[in-house]
């Protein structure tokens, strides 16, 4: 009970400030990563971004070695938002950290092919997008010409400015053909 009292006021300080932890378990093993979550007695953290479960019987203690900022890199519990694109006729769901699209993209599809396409951005802090990456995971088309006019598309979006945030921001833009 005493470990869990402790856990629970440490993982509420952690939140707060989304530090670096080291999870020291029983058989001496120690997890370097970001606690996220403790429920119903499962400590959830990630370790170089990557999802691991430990039951807080195996847990010894926690320790908070520095603050780490948010990075820029795409999380997954980011919510997805959605807008029409600049003739109407697409919907384009989007998921970027701390980010609203102001300015959506310029859709056209000279063919009859469809599907959707997943397109990885770059956002910079004033909003511009610097890179692009079709194809990524969770797309349904390997069509050249759909990849290509996304790419193109999504080079167009712009974003509100974010002056103290990351440098780079990584999110995804959907754009179903």
Same mark, same amino acid.
């Given at each position: 009970? !005493? ?79 959605? #807008? ?12 970027? !950290? ?12 000279? $063919? ?9 951005? #770059? ?9 692009? !990456? ?34 780079? $921001? ?8």
């Amino acid at each position: 009970m !005493k470990v869990f009292a402790i856990a629970s006021l440490l993982l509420g300080f952690a939140f707060s400030s989304q530090a670096q932890h080291s999870v020291v378990l029983k058989t001496g093993d120690k997890l370097q990563g970001v606690v996220m979550e403790l429920q119903d007695d499962v400590l959830t953290v990630f370790v170089n971004r990557e999802k691991k479960t430990v039951y807080l019987r195996d847990v010894t203690s926690i320790f908070f070695d520095e603050y780490v900022p948010y990075d820029g890199q795409f999380m997954d519990e980011t919510p997805s938002q959605t #807008i029409k694109s600049a003739d109407g006729n697409y919907t384009v769901e989007y998921k970027i !950290k701390d980010r609203k699209m102001i300015q959506a993209p310029r859709l056209s599809n000279a $063919t009859q092919k469809k599907g959707e396409v997943v397109v990885e951005v #770059i956002v910079n802090r004033a909003g511009t997008v610097l890179k692009t !990456k079709a194809g990524i995971t969770g797309s349904t088309t390997s069509d050249e010409y759909l990849l290509t006019k996304a790419e193109f598309a999504c080079m167009g979006i712009k974003f509100n400015e974010h002056m103290t945030g990351p440098l780079e $921001t990584v999110g995804t833009v959907i754009i179903r053909y």
